[in-house]
């Protein structure tokens, strides 16, 4: 094969590789794919809220760049290759020291949410990357007259344009629904009220009773403190409540909130749900209580402020259990830790001195 027959192809290969990665860091939306990259990628590494969306941005254009440029003859030798190697080194020294301390576990983000990949094989990527890129250096001639000003424009306008359609928003949260403990079906003929109503007995009650009863209840009940969940529901801090991290185009958390809705029709006791919404899709949000069979109240925030909710590591759906404010128990994602209805049955029965040991 000739040779420059073989270093299109190459030019190819690099090319395609840094334009699939952009594009993959803005799916499905440009403005919560970056949110959540800076969530997840930078904030780890030291990144303040304030620097990560400049960073990412600039991040994502060079990409973009190094994509096109690579097509280009202007300064290829002198300064494409060379940018592009640099790049993904800097890349696979983070990704080593990332494997090192936190092991090669979830994803690495260098395909966004599109093509998840571990930090080990995105190693691998990069360092088959450079080999192709310094295979690349020695076959091609040395640089002709190159133009300078044409490089320059194809970042400058790259970086601009992540901008343009990423354009950095403040930080802004939106209330969205009532919180209310009413619970209305949508689409279901069984009566909720009547599912959320806790008949007394009509036995005569006295005063002893009564006395009784609550201090059995205080005994056999965590101690109150404040979750910080007060500031989205006043009372959730009180009794047994469910609380719930949902994205409103995610299949996985319609699915949760089904699952849930099932559990509490058949349960007159079950605790009331709340829902905290990102602000990704909100019109998808009336399609998502249809098919969960009912609404929840909820809540709906920006996409930064919902993943630093979720917590570090998290992901969606998210299904805490609290009562009286304090954490019992935690389901997020898809994977091993993911909402399990069986097990979160039993646990919901369980008395405070069981759920203790």
């Known amino acids: 094969m000739k040779k420059e027959n073989l270093s299109w192809i190459l030019r190819l290969i690099i090319s395609a590789l840094f334009i699939v990665s952009a594009v993959a860091k803005l799916y499905p939306s440009p ?29 994502i254009g060079i990409e973009f760049a190094l994509g096109i440029a690579i097509l280009l003859k202007d300064y290829l030798k002198k300064i494409t290759i060379p940018a592009t190697i640099l790049l993904l080194a ?26 998840p990949m571990t ?22 001639p040395a640089d002709v007259k190159s133009n300078f000003w044409l490089l320059k ?46 008949e007394e007995p009509k036995a005569e009650i006295t005063k002893d009773t009564i006395k009784k009863a609550e201090e059995k209840k205080t005994e056999d009940a965590p101690k109150k403190v404040k979750s910080g969940y007060d500031k989205y529901f006043p009372g959730i801090d009180t009794d047994k409540k469910i609380l719930c991290y949902f994205v409103p ?9 089904k699952e849930l809705n099932e559990m509490r029709k058949k ?30 109240p909820y809540k709906m925030i920006d996409v930064i402020p919902f993943w630093t909710e979720l917590g570090t590591g998290r992901d969606t759906p998210g299904v805490k259990y609290l009562w009286n404010g304090n954490e019992f128990k935690y389901y997020d994602g898809i994977s091993d830790n993911k909402f399990n209805g069986a097990e979160f049955k039993k646990l919901i029965k369980k008395s405070y001195s069981e759920l203790k040991k």
Not at 91 to 114: D, P
Not at 120 to 138: C, D, Q, S
Request: charge should be negative; glycine fraction near 8%; charged fraction near 15%.
């Open 249 to 257: 185009g995610c299949d996985h958390c319609m699915d949760t909130a």
């Open 119 to 140: 930090p080990v094989e995105a190693i691998i990527k990069n360092i088959i990357a450079i080999g192709l890129l310094i295979w690349l250096y020695k076959i091609l």
């Open 267 to 296: 349960d007159k006791n079950f605790p009331p749900v709340y829902v905290i919404f990102m602000n990704e899709e909100p019109e998808k949000i009336p399609t998502f209580f249809e098919f969960a069979g009912t609404k929840f």
């Open 90 to 115: 800097v890349f696979t020294i983070h990704l080593s020291y990332t494997t090192f301390v936190s092991g090669n576990a979830g994803n690495c983000g260098c395909f966004g949410e599109l093509i």
């Open 31 to 59: 403005y919560f794919a970056i949110s959540t990259f800076e969530v997840k990628q930078l904030y780890p590494l030291g990144f303040s809220e304030g620097f990560a969306p400049y960073f990412s941005r600039i991040l």
């Open 153 to 198: 424009s194809v970042g400058l306008g790259c970086i601009l344009a992540l901008f343009m359609v990423a354009p950095i928003r403040p930080v802004a949260e939106v209330i969205e629904e009532p919180t209310s403990e009413i619970q209305d079906n949508l689409g279901v003929i069984a009566d909720s009220s009547a599912l959320l109503t806790v």
